[in-house]
């Protein structure tokens, strides 16, 4: 079982989603071998928390997870249930390739890059990691192999710092001739290769990482956990840092798309998604293997740094007729791309329509492979998985809920979209089926739908 979680990709970023001038040919192909979701859900429009829920299958607003930098503890309760627990439990080996994002060490004892990281992704259920600590635009610029980081040498420690500037740090607000990539907004502060971060790190020179070799990295080590764990039930996570900034494919898809440095980073994502597809069919595994790719949420173009993605992206458009981008609770920002293979069980490929938001994973993998686990283990998550074999399934759950990075949330009930009022601004309501690109606030016009939504949201929250 491989869940595949990209970064930043839009709902229409995909051939099969409709993208003209991006070619994901082995997205395509997967996506007319197996379900193709047209109306699912990230949990939220930004990572940590959509991360969260993903993995823990509890709203990430209970715990006020938002956007999380690198040395933050470690969000998830480690004596709660969560996603790879579950499935060690059934018998899978779990691990996790890519990105983490979700906090290292405890308040008590905060991460320290120099000694071995127990609380992070090996305290959550997860036999093996290979990961980087938070974004690919955050320091530190490492990756980390179970306990270690990877290629630190030991009269070169890692000092890190989110809250002020650390002596002897080179920072792109002090020496913008050092960049390659400048900053827009913020991502100004330590330099890796010729890139300027959020968040100040020294030390750590000979492990740190290099942008332009950062997919096929990952994609050797999601095949390597492949190969290794072939004979037996896995599962792995493998969570890409394409397509967030800063964007920065190798030289082999540099300027390979037409739609410019934002359609390369996705051509790459494409390619990596291909490869890994490769390496299962060439272990005999493919026929058996339940394969899910998806987004943690949707992109913003133009953001922390001048690359040129907004100017040249040729008209494509990450959003298709919805309204929003990454942070925003309309459509735009977390409905997203996702499609399921598993050609021994699901042998006739079709479009699902009906809503799905994948905080439901938890519930719902166990129940895929016939193996459905206590609803007391589920936290917030339902099990959604006749949509993942049903054309015509029915509703799994009377609404889905999204946030944003600041908890505020959204509910989707049948044809209305529902935002509660908040600080910045009154309630909105929308017709879906007849507003789809939620223009038309119709919060006055149906009070009694108003309502209602508006007494369910307080009660979600509560
Ligand atoms: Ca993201």
Redesign the pocket.
């Known amino acids: 079982m491989i869940y595949i979680l990209a970064?930043?990709i839009g709902y229409t970023d995909w051939g099969c989603y409709g993208a003209a001038k991006i070619k994901t040919p082995a997205l395509d192909q997967l996506a007319s071998e197996g379900v193709r979701f047209a109306n699912a859900y990230a949990p939220a429009s930004?990572?940590s928390p959509?991360r969260f829920a993903l993995l823990t299958g509890e709203y990430a607003w209970r715990k006020n997870v938002g956007i999380l930098p690198a040395d933050a503890p470690l969000s998830i309760d480690v004596q709660k249930n969560t996603l790879p627990k579950t499935m060690k439990q059934l018998g899978y080996t779990t691990g996790i390739v890519g990105k983490w994002h979700l906090g290292l060490g405890s308040p008590n004892e905060p991460v320290d890059f120099n000694k071995p990281i127990q609380m992070g992704p090996l305290a959550v259920g997860f036999d093996y990691c290979y990961y980087f600590p938070a974004t690919n635009d955050r320091v530190p610029c490492v990756y980390i192999e179970n306990e270690k980081v990877v290629g630190l040498e030991a009269d070169d420690p890692i000092t890190v710092s989110y809250t002020k500037e650390l002596e002897g740090s080179i920072t792109g607000r002090k020496h913008p001739e050092l960049l390659k990539l400048h900053p827009h907004l913020g991502h100004n502060h330590s330099i890796v290769n010729g890139i300027s971060r959020i968040g100040w790190m020294t030390g750590g020179t000979k492990a740190l990482w290099k942008d332009e070799d950062m997919a096929e990295n990952l994609l050797d080590k999601a095949r390597e956990f492949v190969c290794e764990n072939k004979d037996k039930p896995f599962f792995l996570y493998y969570a890409t840092h394409n397509a967030?900034e800063p964007r920065v494919p190798s030289d082999a898809f540099r300027g390979k798309s037409e739609a410019g440095i934002y359609g390369d980073v996705i051509e790459e994502f494409d390619y990596c998604v291909g490869e890994l597809v490769k390496c299962l069919k060439k272990e005999g595994l493919y026929e058996n293997t339940i394969i899910i790719v998806t987004s943690?949420?949707a992109p913003m173009i133009k953001e922390g740094y001048k690359d040129g993605a907004l100017e040249n992206i040729n008209g494509h458009n990450p959003y298709g007729v919805m309204r929003g981008e990454?942070y925003s609770l309309h459509e735009g920002g977390n409905k997203v791309p996702f499609i399921c293979v598993w050609p021994s069980r699901i042998q006739h490929p079709f479009v699902q329509e009906q809503p799905f938001i994948y905080l439901d994973m938890l519930a719902t993998l166990p129940s895929l492979i016939g193996k459905p686990i206590d609803v007391a283990q589920c936290n917030d998550s339902k099990d959604g998985s006749k949509l993942f074999f049903e054309e015509n399934a029915p509703l799994y759950r009377n609404y889905i809920v999204t946030q944003n990075n600041g908890g505020d949330i959204s509910i989707r009930m049948g044809r209305w979209k529902y935002l509660p009022a908040t600080k910045c601004s009154g309630a909105e309501l929308y017709d879906l089926d007849n507003d789809p690109s939620e223009l038309h606030n119709v919060v006055y016009a149906y009070p009694e739908v108003a309502y209602k939504l508006k007494k369910l949201a307080a009660k979600v929250k509560q």
């Open positions: 970064d930043d930004t990572s959509s967030h943690d949420n990454k």
